[in-house]
């Protein structure tokens, strides 16, 4: 079965660069979840996006913005980076007619 | 005081060897209950979706919910080796989906 697909795996950039994180979910999914996973922590629900509007926001910095596409992937941006901001970085899909959601293997970003 | 409160562990058991993961909450609100299971570094791979009291089996996984305790609990049965990972519950928490995350428990199999 198809699973949510996120790009890049890995990711290394500099203090103050800017990092665009791309998921695409489970076809036939019409909602995307954004968590961010820091060492030994919990997911943090970031943002979300129903039917390619924003339709909930977590603890997501003003540094960072989303956005859902006309074929329902879609990228987190991230700017002017902090050492803080290294973490893993999921993706989750779900269907709006279930609450089940379907995570990707997740983005790993480094910030040096 | 987190919303969702889970042990960290770890939690050590020989092989074959019954699984008990528990997770507690305190917003009566919460309706619709997942257990994932996180291997290093990779995503949370859902195992378990609930949505009413009692219990719920599936292969080796029994998920058993009681909203009255708010408690939440998920048995692995004939444990193996591989299913050494963290498993984590979750709960929707508000109409859009969000999920609240429990701390996770480590779980190690060992032969």
């Known amino acids: 079965a198809a699973g949510v697909i996120q790009s890049p795996r890995h990711l290394i950039k500099e203090k103050r660069e800017t990092a665009t994180l791309k998921c695409y979910p489970i076809?036939?999914?019409?909602?995307v979840y954004w968590y961010q996973q820091g060492p030994g922590q919990d997911p943090q629900f970031l943002i979300s996006?129903?039917?390619?509007?924003?339709?909930d926001k977590g603890s997501i910095p003003d540094r960072f913005s989303a956005q859902q596409f006309s074929d329902y992937h879609s990228e987190l941006n991230m700017s002017s980076l902090e050492l803080g901001d290294s973490a893993l970085y999921f993706c989750?899909?779900?269907?709006?007619?279930?609450?089940?959601?379907?995570f990707g293997p997740g983005t790993r970003l480094t910030v040096l | 005081q987190k919303e969702v409160e889970q042990d960290p562990g770890p939690l050590s058991v020989p092989e074959g060897a019954i699984v008990s993961l528990n997770c507690t909450y305190s917003?009566?609100?919460?309706?619709?209950f997942m257990w994932y299971r996180q291997y290093s570094r990779k995503g949370p791979e859902l195992l378990m979706y609930?949505?009413?009291?009692g219990n719920k089996e599936d292969g080796r996984f029994t998920a058993q919910v009681d909203k009255s305790s708010k408690y939440i609990s998920l048995f692995i049965r004939d444990s193996q080796p591989s299913d050494s990972a963290t498993y984590l519950c979750?709960?929707?928490?508000?109409?859009?989906?969000?999920?609240?995350f429990g701390a996770g428990t480590q779980v190690v199999v060992t032969p």
């Open positions: 989750a899909s779900s269907s709006s007619d279930r609450n089940e959601q379907f």
């Open positions: 076809p036939r999914h019409d909602t």
């Open positions: 996006f129903y039917e390619k509007m924003q339709s």
């Open positions: 917003n009566s609100a919460f309706q619709y």
């Open positions: 609930t949505y009413s009291s």
């Open positions: 979750a709960m929707v928490v508000d109409s859009w989906g969000k999920l609240q």
